[in-house]
């Protein structure tokens, strides 16, 4: 929009207020009676008519400058006008004040869902999280590592430090996100191929960044059934026969961790999505030490 010259600038937009009542863009036209306005013109250089000669021995009256209004630094931690909690590490859980079964489905919650390829775990992860009855999100640690487009290092070709440094980055990522998700009071639902002979980079990390308070579940089918998801995948999340067996076995170290297992073999994803709310619960009422 263009403004007429010497008309009024839009005061400055202050923080939960829209533009001074009163102001118009569009300059003022003054009809063929309007008599200009007295005092000195608006901007320094600006004439009106011809200069006034000065009388000799008297100086021109200096003109001046018409204040500009400073801008209003923006608050810390906002967005627009909507201040965000800073996220945190998750604590605990604490334990119910009464006797009686949790609710996991109204509570905020912070689930690792665990698994092999081809364990259905996005797309339990992305039914449980529409069914919520608290805001709910999900993250899922591939779809962040694929952020990644030029110079994405895919682990099928060669697990290196390109690679193991994009994993990292990626779930680094994933645990600000759900940090930032559950300080603003929405759950959040995080879902990995992590393995338990790994536990620094696997475990131990998401811990590290998302906090105590996550709750990790494991799904876990059984082989044949995970070779046959697999084999309905594409691009680069289809991997072979061999690394899918090859991942399936590493996994079954999970059975002597402690960790609530789900064998969804027999089970669609909204019956994998009830036993997975009933382990939740579970885990609310006992917090697992891991």
Request: proline share 15%; charged share 15%.
């Amino acid at each position: 929009m263009h403004h007429a010259v010497g008309s009024p600038l839009p005061p400055p937009h202050q923080q939960g207020h829209g533009p001074a009542a009163g102001w118009s863009g569009a300059a003022p036209h003054p009809g063929p009676a309007a008599h200009p306005p007295a005092g000195p013109p608006l901007f320094a250089g600006a004439q009106t008519g011809p200069a006034a000669p000065h009388p000799p021995g008297h100086p021109p009256a200096p003109h001046h400058a018409v204040p500009q209004h400073a801008p209003v630094p923006p608050a810390p931690d906002t967005t627009g006008h909507v201040r965000l909690p800073p996220g945190g590490p998750v604590p605990m859980p604490s334990a119910p004040p009464a006797a009686g079964v949790p609710d996991p489905t109204s509570t905020t919650l912070a689930v690792l869902l665990i698994g092999p390829a081809g364990a259905g775990k996005t797309s339990v992860a992305k039914y449980w999280a529409d069914h919520r009855r608290v805001p709910t999100a999900h993250i899922s640690l591939d779809d962040v590592r694929e952020w990644v487009r030029s110079g994405f290092a895919d682990p099928q070709s060669g697990w290196n430090d390109m690679s193991e440094a994009q994993y990292r980055l990626a779930r680094r990522t994933c645990g600000f996100a759900a940090r930032n998700f559950l300080a603003n009071n929405i759950s959040c639902i995080l879902d990995d191929a992590v393995f338990p002979d790994r536990p620094v980079v696997g475990l131990g990390g998401w811990k590290r960044h998302v906090g105590p308070g996550l709750l990790p579940v494991v799904l876990l089918p059984g082989l044949e059934i995970v070779l046959e998801r697999n084999a309905e995948r594409s691009g680069n999340r289809r991997l072979s026969d061999e690394e899918v067996a090859r991942i399936h076995g590493r996994m079954a170290g999970w059975y002597g961790s402690g960790l609530p297992i789900i064998d969804n073999s027999q089970l669609d994803v909204v019956q994998t999505a009830q036993v997975l709310n009933d382990v939740l619960s579970r885990s609310l009422a006992s917090p697992p030490q891991w």
